[in-house]
T-cell receptor, first 114, second 110 residues
Framework: DAGVIQSPRHEVTEMGQEVTLRCKPISGHNSLFWYRQTMMRGLELLIYFNNNVPIDDSGMPEDRFSAKMPNASFSTLKIQPSEPRDSAVYFC????????????FGPGTRLTVL | GQSLEQPSEVTAVEGAIVQINCTYQTSGFYGLSWYQQHDGGAPTFLSYNALDGLEETGRFSSFLSRSDSYGYLLLQELQMKDSASYFCAVRENSGYALNFGKGTSLLVTP
């Protein structure tokens, strides 16, 4: 199994630019999670999907953030416009109904906004 | 609201045993998970406790006391490769989302 795939692995952009992070969950998994990790705030849940439907987006910091899951094998997290305080590592994770106790994390995208 | 408390740093000697505690205050509780994260890496699942008691997986064990809102991760026969951050995480409801603690940085010394 390829595991959760995220792209890009590193992104450097300038303030005000649009950033799109991509995630491919493990095949057969029906729940997908987006997390953000910083030294100050730790690992924060931004949003999660069940069967491609957003269930809880209360962790999305503000309207500049949006997430979509058009099908079971692809999700995007978009930041527009980006700000320096958005600099963090963004993780995508997935799980399925048979192993809901276990979330499988992707390698993460390290975002730097200058 | 919810909060999880765990020590920020722990240091132990190779071959020793170390316990990382986690206390939580949540509106609901379905279970307590533990994840390991090496520097620059992704969190990886270690264990999950839904019921009181001890779960053992090789050198790692995890304990839960629901009445005390407390759990711990026990690492035995420490190895240098165990140097990493360890996170406890609570599943608060029937959904699958987890709320993570701030993590405990474990340093294993020779």
């Amino acid at each position: 199994d390829a595991g959760v795939i995220q792209s890009p692995r590193h992104e450097v952009t300038e303030m005000g630019q649009e950033v799109t992070l991509r995630c491919k969950p493990i095949s057969g998994h029906n729940s997908l999670f987006w997390y953000r990790q910083t030294m100050m705030r730790g690992l924060e849940l931004l949003i999660y999907f069940n069967n491609n439907v957003p269930i809880d987006d209360s962790g999305m910091p503000e309207d500049r953030f949006s997430a979509k899951m058009p099908n079971a094998s692809f999700s995007t997290l978009k930041i527009q416009p980006s700000e320096p305080r958005d600099s963090a590592v963004y993780f995508c994770a997935s799980t399925n109904l048979l192993s809901t106790d276990t979330q499988y994390f992707g390698p993460g995208t390290r975002l730097t906004v200058l | 609201g919810q909060s999880l408390e765990q020590p920020s740093e722990v240091t132990a000697v190779e071959g020793a045993i170390v316990q990382i505690n986690c206390t939580y205050q949540t509106s609901g509780f379905y279970g307590l998970s533990w994840y390991q994260q090496h520097d620059g890496g992704a969190p990886t699942f270690l264990s999950y406790n839904a019921l009181d008691g001890l779960e053992e997986t090789g050198r790692f064990s995890s304990f839960l006391s629901r009445s005390d809102s407390y759990g711990y991760l026990l690492l035995q026969e420490l190895q240098m490769k165990d140097s990493a951050s360890y996170f406890c995480a609570v599943r608060e409801n029937s959904g699958y989302a987890l709320n993570f603690g701030k993590g405990t940085s474990l340093l294993v010394t020779p």
